[in-house]
């Protein structure tokens, strides 16, 4: 692990240039990588944001969502294997929360693999908590999926919790 990403890391919407780099941090994260035809069909849809994380120009992480029914569901966040435990998570995470409240969403879900303590880690810190459990979910092992959930995020109190989460990483830079 490396030290806290600092002020040379942009988020900016997630391109088909990006793909290349995608397809190298998503084989290297999920044992069933979306194809290079899922991700294009995917940048094209209005109802998801897709967010890349970028220092000196190159891709360390990505994340995305679909936003339906005034909730966001987070369906995937990665960095870089070698740049996992830096904040790139967190930031990517900030930015698709501030782009669904943007959008007009008040909720936030998303299911994290049971055995993935450090992802759970990461969505409590953002208020998420465990609402059920989706058996099997995970191919092609089955394992089973935590389904997390924040309510309100749109309220006053959440946004004070994403100005106290920003500030942190600004202050570990």
Excluded: K
């Excluded at 780099?21 to 035809?37: G, H």
């Excluded at 099997?136 to 106290?164: C, F, K, N, Q």
């Amino acid at each position: 692990m490396g030290s806290p990403v600092s002020g040379s890391l942009e988020i900016e919407p997630l391109r088909t240039r990006h793909l290349r780099s995608v397809a190298t941090i998503d084989a290297a994260s999920y044992p069933q990588p979306w194809s290079r035809e899922l991700w294009r069909s995917e940048l094209r849809r209005a109802d998801r944001i897709y967010l890349a994380a970028l220092e000196r120009h190159d891709l360390v992480g990505y994340a995305g969502g679909l936003i339906a029914l005034g909730d966001v569901h987070i369906m995937t966040i990665a960095a870089h294997p070698e740049r996992r435990g830096e904040g790139i998570a967190t930031r990517l995470l900030l930015a698709l929360l501030d782009e669904a409240i943007e959008a007009g969403c008040t909720a936030a879900t998303l299911e994290v693999r049971e055995s993935n303590v450090v992802a759970q880690s990461l969505y409590s810190r953002f208020g998420m908590t465990a609402a059920g459990v989706r058996p099997g979910y995970y191919e092609p092992d089955g394992e089973d999926a935590m389904v997390m959930w924040v309510h309100a995020i749109d309220g006053a109190e959440y946004r004070s919790l994403l100005g106290t989460i920003s500030q942190q990483l600004e202050d570990a830079a």
